[in-house]
């Protein structure tokens, strides 16, 4: 690992836990609509198992509001740091872990400024150093929490969470949530089965949980014809469902058989949370194969003239974009129903 010193973007010393922002170490409200997923628990108990959990999934999957859940349904002790762009620079990360780690235990106050101190100017493996020992000192299990770790793209950041990951505590468990796995290495760790891994398989809503969700939601009871219909629209995706809900409920439409993803909740939604963040290029090809109803590497290459097809579809797997796999060996996919709604009806704009 590279021995940066750990400094704030102008090169000062980050001296002290008042210039952090406490609301992103405070575990998120649950939401007013949300179901109970007790069948989600059990699989969640298994991080007191495990070095790492990853949650992953596209947008809209909840991965918050179930991890918040099942800390709270457990009473587990829990840092919760929530992450954005700016957490890239290596001390402001650790910062805010260090500034959780005194909300769960304040005998943790004196080694946190000690650490700290103007004077000291550490080296990102010196921190988490500093950061282990402090650890030990907690008897009792604790899950560190990283929400929205896709967030952090800085190689520094990330090979201290992997230090971390190889040294700590049995006692300590980290979760990350994420739209993409982390980029470091976690192959030995799932050899060992030290990873409770979470995805949009275990994340979507069962048509029970579609039927108690649409309930609380629009104060109504699907009949089976709608729960089918609601099932096939959203394939468990939370977010479609309950953008659904609203524009029922704001009597946008006459039937759900016209909400799709060129409904302008969907439309907005995708556009601010996904389809804005992306690169031009890969924009053009979500679009061009948009059309295919399935695809493979060779179909994507001649709808789109390209010859490197075979890896944009493992980038685009690999960062949760909606494509769902249709075979073991990953050789057919498709893109859910509502996503590719959306990607058609842009192309059409172009």
């Given amino acids: 690992m590279n021995n940066h010193l750990l400094s704030v973007d102008n090169g000062e010393p980050f001296p002290n836990r008042n210039f952090l922002l406490t609301t992103k170490f405070h575990l998120p409200y649950p939401p007013v609509h949300h179901v109970i997923r007790d069948r989600l628990y059990k699989t969640f108990d298994q991080t007191l198992h495990c070095k790492l959990t990853l949650v992953t999934a596209p947008p809209g999957y909840g991965k918050s509001t179930i991890v918040s859940?099942?800390?709270?349904?457990?009473?587990?002790?829990?840092?919760?740091?929530?992450?954005?762009?700016?957490?890239?620079?290596?001390?402001?990360?650790w910062m805010y872990l260090f500034a959780s780690l005194v909300n769960v235990d304040p005998r943790m106050k004196g080694i946190y400024e000690a650490i700290l101190q103007p004077s000291l100017m550490l080296s990102p493996e010196q921190m988490v150093t500093n950061l282990i020992n402090m650890l030990m000192e907690i008897p009792?299990?604790?899950?560190?929490?990283?929400?929205d770790y896709h967030q952090i793209e800085n190689s520094v950041v990330h090979q201290s969470v992997s230090l971390l990951l190889q040294y700590l505590p049995n006692n300590i468990h980290i979760c990350l949530i994420s739209?993409?796995?982390?980029?470091?290495?976690?192959?030995?760790?799932?050899?060992?089965?030290?990873?409770n891994d979470i995805s949009i398989l275990e994340l979507k809503f069962t048509k029970e949980e579609i039927s108690s969700y649409w309930r609380?939601?629009?104060?109504?009871q699907p009949t089976e014809s709608i729960l089918q219909l609601l099932a096939d629209l959203t394939e468990g995706w939370i977010a479609g469902l309950q953008l659904a809900g609203l524009s029922e409920r704001s009597g946008q439409m006459g039937t759900l058989s016209q909400f799709n993803g060129s409904h302008r909740y969907i439309v907005e939604y995708l556009m601010e949370e996904v389809f804005q963040r992306l690169p031009d290029d890969l924009k053009l090809f979500l679009m061009k194969t948009s059309i295919l109803h399935r695809m493979n590497s060779q179909l994507c290459d001649m709808v789109t003239d390209r010859t490197d097809s075979r890896e944009i579809l493992m980038k685009i797997e690999q960062s949760n974009l909606f494509l769902i796999p249709l075979d073991s060996q990953l050789y057919w996919y498709r893109y859910h129903h509502l996503f590719a709604d959306f990607l058609t009806a842009h192309l059409k704009k172009k």
């Fill in 179 to 195: 739209r993409n796995e982390p980029p470091f290495p976690i192959g030995a760790l799932r050899a060992k089965g030290q990873i």
């Fill in 140 to 147: 009792e299990q604790l899950v560190i929490i990283f929400d």
């Fill in 216 to 220: 609380e939601q629009t104060g109504l």
């Fill in 69 to 93: 859940e099942w800390v709270r349904h457990q009473s587990i002790s829990a840092c919760w740091v929530s992450l954005d762009e700016g957490d890239n620079d290596v001390l402001r990360f």
